[in-house]
């Protein structure tokens, strides 16, 4: 049986009082007596339930995240989950805020990074961009004793507390993995089409793709990466330009968003049952385009247990708790039309 604030105030001959002015580091207390209820801790080996004294004082947390805008589905669909988490913010405690700003811009996420600082939330998430400002900026928030876990694209070296993604590394294996295996002895190049190489999950994934096709299927020629900066109509260009350019084009991995452009452009060609096409990501384009044969295979990580992790070890950072690393593991989803989920209504 687990011991309590009464056998912490019996074992030291305490008032119930003095052991919560203890336990909550108030004044009032002389040190004497509070050595004693200190060992009383120590000798019973009482873990004070954070969470439940927290609901019992009525706190909440006071949450900032900070989202890209712009009209890739993915990053929308991030948005639409913490949306749905603030409407459940009274049950949850907590008081959830959102900043967005442009997509790949390190200097504007920086400058949002510091308005979030200026909030004093007790945490904040974002989805980084591997710039030296936006690391300075996370680290000002850390000294502070703000936490922060980055989202879908990590930034290691600025002290964040956790990164709420996948192994982008492994996803990009996996792509690689499923192109050479889906090519077979099928002849031709096989392209790539980045959002861009500012984050940290573009160039993570294309770390792993270029590795397992070298190492594992080194005779198919790669061509360079293009950057479509995750907008559709530029993607659109780019790959059409990519398939005039090589007309025995066998393969397009694209790593990051725009894969409308992606799916028009193959599909003005004439050449969607020609080319293996592997994305990221399922949105109710790609889900689509799945279901038609454009795009082969889907690499998915879900959005809501994303925000859902980002939530939770925020608030366990807050509270100063243990995270509970298996329950915030993000595992890479693999879709082909025979194992859509069902679209929810």
């Known amino acids: 049986m687990r011991p309590t604030v009464h056998d912490i105030a019996a074992e030291a001959g305490v008032s119930l009082a003095t052991v919560d002015r203890v336990l909550n580091n108030r004044p009032g207390v002389r040190s004497v007596t509070r050595d004693k209820v200190e060992r009383a801790i120590a000798t019973l080996g009482y873990v004070r339930d954070v969470a439940a004294a927290n609901l019992a004082k009525g706190r909440s947390y006071s949450l900032i995240f900070i989202l890209p805008a712009g009209e890739n589905s993915f990053m929308r669909g991030l948005e639409a989950e913490v949306r749905a988490a603030m409407a459940h913010s009274p049950a949850e405690r907590t008081e959830i805020a959102i900043l967005s700003v442009p997509a790949f811009d390190a200097r504007a996420l920086a400058d949002a990074v510091a308005e979030a600082h200026r909030r004093r939330p007790a945490g904040v998430a974002v989805v980084a961009v591997d710039a030296p400002e936006v690391t300075q900026a996370v680290k000002r928030l850390r000294e502070d004793g703000i936490a922060v876990v980055t989202l879908v694209s990590d930034l290691p070296g600025s002290m964040r507390d956790h990164f709420a993604g996948v192994d982008n590394i492994a996803a990009g294996r996996t792509a690689g993995n499923l192109m050479g295996r889906f090519l077979g002895d ?160």
């Open 186 to 345: 099928r002849p031709g190049p096989v392209a790539v089409v980045a959002g861009s190489m500012l984050v940290r999950d573009h160039r993570e994934r294309l770390e792993g793709f270029q590795g397992v096709m070298r190492q594992c299927f080194e005779t198919r020629l790669l061509l360079p990466v293009v950057e479509g900066q995750d907008d559709a109509a530029l993607v659109e260009k780019l790959v059409g330009a990519l398939i005039e350019r090589h007309p025995d084009l066998a393969g397009i991995y694209s790593l990051g968003a725009g894969n409308r452009g992606l799916v028009a452009a193959v599909e003005k060609a004439g050449r969607e049952m020609k080319i293996c096409a592997i994305a990221h990501e399922l949105t109710p384009h790609s889900r689509a385009a799945l279901l038609s044969g454009t795009i082969d295979v889907l690499l998915n990580q879900d959005a809501g247990h994303e925000v859902r992790s980002a939530i939770r070890v925020l608030k366990a950072k807050a509270d100063g708790l243990a995270v509970i690393e298996a329950q915030e593991r993000i595992r890479i989803d693999i879709f082909l039309k025979d194992n859509l989920p069902i679209e929810q209504a």
